[in-house]
Protein backbone atom coordinates (compact mmCIF):
# COMPACT_ATOMS: atom_id res chain seq x y z
CA UNK A 1 0.00 0.00 0.00
CA UNK A 2 1.12 3.40 -1.18
CA UNK A 3 0.52 6.11 1.29
CA UNK A 4 1.10 9.79 1.93
CA UNK A 5 0.96 11.67 5.02
CA UNK A 6 0.96 15.25 4.71
CA UNK A 7 2.85 17.72 6.86
CA UNK A 8 0.25 17.39 9.97
CA UNK A 9 0.38 14.12 10.03
CA UNK A 10 4.44 13.70 10.27
CA UNK A 11 4.48 16.73 12.61
CA UNK A 12 1.95 14.97 15.20
CA UNK A 13 4.39 11.30 14.36
CA UNK A 14 7.71 12.96 15.04
CA UNK A 15 7.13 15.41 17.51
CA UNK A 16 4.24 14.27 19.77
CA UNK A 17 2.14 10.78 20.99
CA UNK A 18 -0.39 9.16 19.94
CA UNK A 19 -2.24 8.02 16.85
CA UNK A 20 0.11 9.34 14.35
CA UNK A 21 3.09 8.27 16.42
CA UNK A 22 1.68 4.83 16.05
CA UNK A 23 1.04 5.10 12.30
CA UNK A 24 4.29 6.52 11.63
CA UNK A 25 6.07 3.61 13.37
CA UNK A 26 4.40 0.90 11.91
CA UNK A 27 4.47 1.80 8.30
CA UNK A 28 7.70 2.62 8.42
CA UNK A 29 8.70 -0.36 10.82
CA UNK A 30 6.10 -3.37 9.07
CA UNK A 31 6.51 -2.95 5.45
CA UNK A 32 2.74 -2.86 5.11
CA UNK A 33 3.04 0.65 3.69
CA UNK A 34 4.93 2.24 1.43
CA UNK A 35 5.20 6.17 2.51
CA UNK A 36 5.66 8.63 -0.30
CA UNK A 37 6.52 12.02 0.70
CA UNK A 38 7.56 15.11 -1.46
CA UNK A 39 10.16 18.02 -0.71
CA UNK A 40 7.41 20.60 -0.11
CA UNK A 41 5.87 18.00 2.70
CA UNK A 42 9.26 17.54 4.12
CA UNK A 43 10.31 21.49 3.66
CA UNK A 44 6.56 22.20 5.79
CA UNK A 45 7.71 19.51 8.31
CA UNK A 46 11.22 21.36 8.82
CA UNK A 47 9.54 24.38 9.08
CA UNK A 48 6.68 24.15 11.52
CA UNK A 49 9.55 21.64 13.62
CA UNK A 50 11.00 24.99 14.17
CA UNK A 51 8.14 27.64 14.27
CA UNK A 52 5.69 25.59 16.27
CA UNK A 53 7.47 22.94 18.24
CA UNK A 54 10.84 24.63 18.45
CA UNK A 55 12.70 21.83 18.01
CA UNK A 56 16.68 22.78 17.44
CA UNK A 57 17.97 22.83 14.14
CA UNK A 58 20.49 20.16 14.32
CA UNK A 59 17.44 17.80 14.92
CA UNK A 60 14.91 18.71 12.53
CA UNK A 61 17.90 17.98 10.10
CA UNK A 62 18.84 15.00 11.21
CA UNK A 63 14.82 13.74 10.97
CA UNK A 64 14.55 15.19 7.98
CA UNK A 65 17.64 12.66 6.46
CA UNK A 66 16.08 9.92 8.07
CA UNK A 67 12.87 10.57 6.64
CA UNK A 68 14.13 10.68 3.14
CA UNK A 69 16.11 7.25 3.82
CA UNK A 70 13.18 5.52 5.20
CA UNK A 71 10.39 7.11 2.40
CA UNK A 72 9.34 7.60 -1.09
CA UNK A 73 10.30 10.83 -2.22
CA UNK A 74 8.31 11.97 -5.30
CA UNK A 75 7.98 15.64 -7.02
CA UNK A 76 4.53 16.90 -7.29
CA UNK A 77 2.51 16.89 -10.12
CA UNK A 78 0.48 20.14 -10.67
CA UNK A 79 -3.13 19.90 -9.93
CA UNK A 80 -5.78 22.78 -10.98
CA UNK A 81 -6.04 25.58 -8.32
CA UNK A 82 -9.52 24.87 -8.13
CA UNK A 83 -8.93 21.42 -6.77
CA UNK A 84 -9.10 22.30 -3.07
CA UNK A 85 -10.03 25.45 -1.18
CA UNK A 86 -6.83 25.55 0.10
CA UNK A 87 -3.67 26.97 -2.35
CA UNK A 88 -1.33 25.58 0.24
CA UNK A 89 -3.30 22.18 0.04
CA UNK A 90 -2.27 21.32 -3.72
CA UNK A 91 1.21 20.05 -3.83
CA UNK A 92 -0.02 17.50 -1.33
CA UNK A 93 -2.73 16.65 -3.46
CA UNK A 94 0.21 16.45 -6.43
CA UNK A 95 1.86 14.74 -3.72
CA UNK A 96 -0.22 11.89 -3.86
CA UNK A 97 -0.62 12.21 -7.89
CA UNK A 98 2.23 10.94 -8.36
CA UNK A 99 2.74 8.47 -5.54
CA UNK A 100 -0.19 6.37 -7.29
CA UNK A 101 -0.58 6.59 -3.66
CA UNK A 102 -3.58 4.36 -2.30
CA UNK A 103 -4.30 7.06 0.48
CA UNK A 104 -3.95 10.21 1.69
CA UNK A 105 -3.68 10.34 5.80
CA UNK A 106 -4.16 14.41 7.11
CA UNK A 107 -5.67 15.95 9.43
CA UNK A 108 -6.55 18.76 7.40
CA UNK A 109 -9.81 19.76 6.87
CA UNK A 110 -9.81 21.25 3.67
CA UNK A 111 -8.49 18.06 2.39
CA UNK A 112 -10.65 15.99 4.21
CA UNK A 113 -13.90 17.38 3.02
CA UNK A 114 -12.57 16.28 -0.43
CA UNK A 115 -13.15 12.89 0.42
CA UNK A 116 -11.00 11.58 -2.34
CA UNK A 117 -9.28 12.89 -4.98
CA UNK A 118 -9.06 11.62 -8.62
CA UNK A 119 -10.38 8.01 -6.95
CA UNK A 120 -7.55 8.51 -3.98
CA UNK A 121 -9.07 8.41 -0.64
CA UNK A 122 -8.19 11.30 1.31
CA UNK A 123 -8.38 9.83 5.51
CA UNK A 124 -8.09 11.11 9.29
CA UNK A 125 -5.24 9.68 10.86
CA UNK A 126 -8.01 7.39 13.23
CA UNK A 127 -9.98 6.53 9.85
CA UNK A 128 -6.80 5.05 8.25
CA UNK A 129 -5.42 3.54 11.79
CA UNK A 130 -8.69 1.73 12.02
CA UNK A 131 -8.60 0.42 8.40
CA UNK A 132 -5.53 -1.03 8.96
CA UNK A 133 -7.16 -2.77 11.99
CA UNK A 134 -8.95 -5.05 9.49
Not at 19 to 25: K, N, V, W
Not at 62 to 76: H, I, K, Q, S
Request: aromatic residues 4%; contains cysteine.
Amino acid sequence: MRVVFDTNVLLSGVMTRGICEALLDVCLSSGVCTVVVSEHILDEFARHAETKFGAPADEIRRTVRFLRRRMELVEPVQVPVKSCRDPDDLPVLGTALAAGADCLVTGDRDLLDLGQFHSIPILSPRAFHDGLQR
